[in-house]
């Protein structure tokens, strides 16, 4: 029975084939490769019906649904690329189709590996730098093939600390975004904390408190950061000349912006801000001659801060039926000024008393 079934399939094939004008074996493996796709097909429409009644979580089905894809898509390519062999008389050429159906069908796989091997090579970052890559800040706390785990910063909380969650990031990343390191071979970067005091206030004095408190700060770090620079010279054009802390002067607005500018550890800036600010602070407090600017919003009431009322020029009469000056008219001191308060005939409401 099975005999006969053969001969009916290589018949049809045959037939096929003659119809076509194409040969025996090239038919053959073609309708191999209709029916296995077809085969393979059901086989995954099956197995998600049944993952589908089994449970509603929308991340198992697409877990499922995505590694089935790919677990029969290569199973395929192994069967297909057999039958097809004996056709292309070619180790190569099938070696070739399967590295390329690979390549399309675990692209970000291949991409994730690439970046690993371009990690251990070239080493932009290691474990416990902390970097910055795709709009996310962390330190780096693990690496493995297909990806690496960030301990994120920043976000919401400020001053770069830390908020509590791992960041998982693919190592294809590496190839398409721009990465910061904070603490490769340089481990300091540059801070800076602007202080905005009122115009009249002491400046000078202010910027010389100033300057006295960032170098009580940065005295060791300076120093630290001069013996790094020069091993980082051999690495990279760093060209910087000065390491010392500087106050800058420059006017803003409603005041003199005096900014603080020094290094410090990435992983210490909040800490460091913190101490020169409580510094500033009570410097400043114990200061009469100097004073913090702020935002402020003045009021200007004409009437009400010695200007003549109702438009009528400094030293002015107003004339009552050309008698001249009525310094006993309602209302009016001697110089013949409104008080205040009062309102001009011409606005009262008709009806209203005087």
Do not use: C
């Not at 993952?51 to 089935?68: A, I």
């Not at 057999?82 to 690979?102: D, I, K, N, P, Y």
């Not at 590996?113 to 795709?134: C, N, Q, S, V, Y």
Request: hydrophobic share 40%; net charge neutral.
């Amino acid at each position: 029975m099975m005999q006969q079934d053969v001969n009916i399939v290589d018949q049809i094939t045959r037939s096929i084939a003659d119809m076509a004008d194409l040969g025996h074996g090239f038919t053959q493996n073609l309708i191999l490769s209709v029916v296995l796709i077809f085969a393979l097909w059901l086989v995954r429409t099956i197995i998600m019906r049944i993952v589908y009644r089994q449970t509603e979580d929308p991340g198992l089905h697409y877990k499922w649904r995505k590694y089935l894809t790919r677990t029969l898509f290569f199973i395929a390519i192994l069967i297909l690329g057999r039958a097809w062999f004996e056709g292309f008389q070619s180790v190569a050429t099938f070696l070739g189709l399967v590295s390329a159906a690979l390549v399309i069908a675990l692209k970000d796989s291949v991409a994730d590996l690439a970046g690993w091997l371009f990690l251990l090579w070239r080493k932009p970052f290691e474990l416990g730098d902390r970097i910055e890559i795709a709009g996310v800040q962390g330190d780096v706390i693990d690496q493995r093939i297909f990806k690496f785990t960030l301990m994120e910063i920043g976000n919401w909380v400020d001053a770069d600390q830390s908020t509590g969650r791992v960041i998982h990031i693919p190592n294809h990343k590496v190839f398409t975004e721009n990465i910061g390191n904070y603490t490769a071979d340089f481990q300091f970067i540059w801070n800076e904390i602007p202080v905005r005091i009122s115009l009249e206030s002491n400046w000078k004095k202010a910027k010389k408190l100033m300057q006295e408190i960032a170098d009580r700060h940065s005295a060791n770090i300076s120093e630290q950061a001069k013996q790094q620079l020069r091993s980082a010279a051999r690495s990279y054009l760093i060209t910087y000349r000065i390491l010392t802390p500087t106050v800058y002067t420059y006017v803003k607005d409603f005041g003199i912006v005096l900014t603080i500018r020094y290094l410090t550890n990435p992983r210490t800036r909040r800490g460091t801000e913190q101490q020169i600010w409580e510094d500033v602070l009570n410097e400043f407090s114990s200061q009469e001659d100097i004073s913090f600017a702020y935002p402020t919003i003045r009021y200007y009431d004409r009437s009400r801060e010695g200007h003549t009322g109702w438009g009528m020029p400094e030293g002015g009469t107003i004339q009552d039926g050309g008698d001249g000056p009525d310094s006993s008219s309602p209302g009016r001191g001697e110089s013949g000024r409104r008080s205040p308060g009062d309102v001009p005939p011409h606005l009262k409401s008709p009806g209203r008393s005087s």
